[in-house]
């Protein structure tokens, strides 16, 4: 058996810009990290001569070209697998939130088969292949930081070339800058789910009349980069400047409901923050002094929520037994 744990993650500024149709006329670049929350993905051999795959349903083929759950067949043929399996998927958060849960899911899958078979895959190369399947032979209409901050783990500036290679920069600096971080961060629930893929689709079609308030976005990504050590405050602010630049885009990424919701965390004691993701609900990230969070959820109506740590580490396996 082997079990794979791959992070979940948080995309600062940015988001947007990693989506070929900008990248790939203008270069894009986003802030992420991922966090403390993770999807497990476990194999085993099984006795009966056919895949079981285990999820929110049960999926039972004889050959793995006939998996019906799309992003366990396409990572079993890329990982070179047909055979009698048991294959279970577990995650801390659910899908629609914003998190890149099918990403996270992705890079989970490609790194628990590639070790079942006795084999390494790098960081470079899960992010890779994760990107091959989602957006090459799926089609799916998405970018290409989620895979990358799954597999990479960490704080990372991440860079998309126009040539659909992708750089990794793990942002260095103190411990006690994540610390502030992470005391500052409140990973509000909106209990409001969403096809990110519609969201991303009409973004993809519309990226042209965007061209310039898409660069901006990618720019807060380099500014940040660069004064990530000045203090929480002030990445609070740069996050708040994105999300005000990200919701102009339109295409449903925010609505009047969202951007009340987040205007009465500010009047809390927010300094700033976004929405996570695609936009549409999910998870919103709010930055307050911890001595505001109180305040914070009173006025957002105590929402159900998730701790905010980063995690350093990207997916990993952590059980093997023959």
């Known amino acids: 058996m082997i079990i794979s744990q791959t992070p979940y993650r948080v995309s600062f500024v940015g988001g947007g810009t990693d989506l070929p149709a900008f990248y790939r006329e203008e270069g894009g670049a986003v802030l992420s990290c991922a966090i403390k929350r993770h999807m497990y993905v476990t194999v085993h051999r099984r006795f009966e001569r056919s895949i079981r795959v285990a999820y929110s349903k049960t999926d039972t083929a004889p050959t793995a070209d006939k998996v019906e759950h799309d992003l366990v067949r396409e990572a079993m043929k890329l990982a070179g697998l047909d055979e009698p399996l048991e294959i279970t998927t577990i995650g801390d958060v659910p899908a629609g939130t914003g998190m890149g849960s099918s990403s996270t899911l992705t890079v989970g899958l490609l790194n628990a088969f590639h070790g079942y078979r006795g084999k390494v895959a790098t960081p470079e190369m899960l992010g890779e292949m994760a990107c ?5 032979i799926l089609g799916k209409p998405i970018g290409r930081q989620d895979q990358y901050a799954a597999a990479y783990g960490g704080l990372n500036y991440i860079r998309f070339n126009r040539d659909d290679t992708v750089d990794v920069h793990p942002i260095p600096c103190r411990a006690e800058t994540i610390q502030e971080l992470e005391d500052w961060a409140l990973l509000m629930y909106t209990a409001q789910q969403r096809d990110a893929n519609q969201i991303l689709g009409r973004q993809s079609a519309g990226t042209r009349d965007k061209i310039s308030v898409l660069r901006e976005m990618r720019g807060l990504a380099d500014e940040l980069r660069t004064t990530i050590g000045s203090g929480v405050e002030a990445f609070a602010r740069v996050l708040h400047r994105g999300w005000e630049l990200k919701r102009s885009l339109g295409f449903g990424i925010s609505d009047a409901w969202i951007d009340d919701w987040y205007a009465a965390g500010r009047r ?11 936009g549409g609900g999910g998870f919103m990230l709010l930055l307050a002094p ?3 969070h109180d305040a914070v959820r009173q006025a957002l109506g105590r929402p ?3 701790p905010f740590r980063v995690d350093r580490s990207g997916s990993r396996i952590i059980f093997i037994n023959e």
């Open 268 to 278: 809390a004691g927010a300094v700033g923050g976004k929405l996570l993701g695609a």
């Open 290 to 292: 911890p001595e505001a």
């Open 304 to 306: 159900q929520e998730l």
């Open 132 to 136: 091959r399947i989602e957006i090459d």
